[in-house]
């Protein structure tokens, strides 16, 4: 049950890491966006309001142009793989590509950092348009109709052993869960992974 608006909420983290620069109230702001020369449609389909958001992340045309549809194909995908990597490239780290979950994986170069090779992976989500796109391509996919899986992802979690039998729908969707998760976060956000790509069988059996 991924939600775009758990990105954006993030976005000062990852901006603390790729070095945003501050607005005058004191808040992190991104970095500034190409200056849009198409138009926001009026999105009307089952992710109506992500793609809204979607398209306010996307940092330039070529990304807001595979929003305008609602959908994300995999050539579009593919294209946004390719920026995201060479930017990653140009910066001394080496993406391993995603994952079917929309995870990845990168190594660096000896005397980089860890912070230092995170830091240019954020700022390359942000810059190529994987904050933007890269969420709603698997999102969409897994389901296409925007249905409330809340239930059974509380279902999964419980079965998966990772949660207390207690945990409710309104725990889920106040976010509450992590906190009462029984492992270690890890194996926590492993279980999550899991029942996100399929509450209604991961852990059936």
């Given at each position: 049950m991924k939600r775009l608006a758990t990105a954006v909420a993030l976005m000062g983290v990852l901006c603390a890491l790729a070095g945003c620069a501050e607005s005058s109230a004191g808040e992190v702001a991104p970095p500034a966006a190409e200056p849009s020369t198409i138009p926001e449609p009026n999105f009307s389909g089952p992710y109506a309001a992500e793609f809204h958001q979607a398209f306010a992340l996307a940092p330039d045309?070529?990304?807001?142009?595979?929003?305008?549809?609602e959908t994300i194909s995999d050539k579009e995908l593919q294209t946004v793989e390719q920026r995201y990597s060479t930017c990653l490239s140009s910066r001394g780290v080496t993406h391993g590509g995603f994952e079917s979950d929309g995870s990845?994986?990168?190594?660096?170069?000896?005397?980089?950092?860890?912070?230092?090779?995170?830091?240019?992976?954020?700022?390359?989500?942000?810059?190529?348009?994987?904050?933007a796109v890269m969420?709603?391509?698997?999102?969409?996919?897994?389901?296409?109709?925007?249905?409330d899986?809340?239930?059974?992802?509380?279902?999964?979690?419980?079965r998966a052993g990772v949660v207390p039998s207690t945990l409710t729908v309104e725990d889920l969707k106040a976010g509450k869960d992590l906190e009462q998760a029984t492992v270690s976060r890890?194996?926590?956000?492993?279980?999550?992974?899991?029942?996100?790509?399929?509450?209604?069988?991961?852990?059936?059996?």
């Open positions: 045309d070529e990304i807001r142009q595979m929003l305008v549809d990845s994986s990168f190594t660096f170069e000896s005397g980089m950092t860890s912070d230092e090779a995170n830091a240019a992976a954020d700022e390359c989500s942000r810059s190529e348009g994987v904050d969420w709603m391509y698997y999102t969409v996919r897994e389901n296409p109709t925007n249905a899986t809340s239930q059974a992802m509380v279902a999964c979690l419980i890890q194996e926590y956000f492993t279980a999550y992974n899991s029942c996100d790509a399929d509450p209604e069988h991961a852990y059936a059996g």
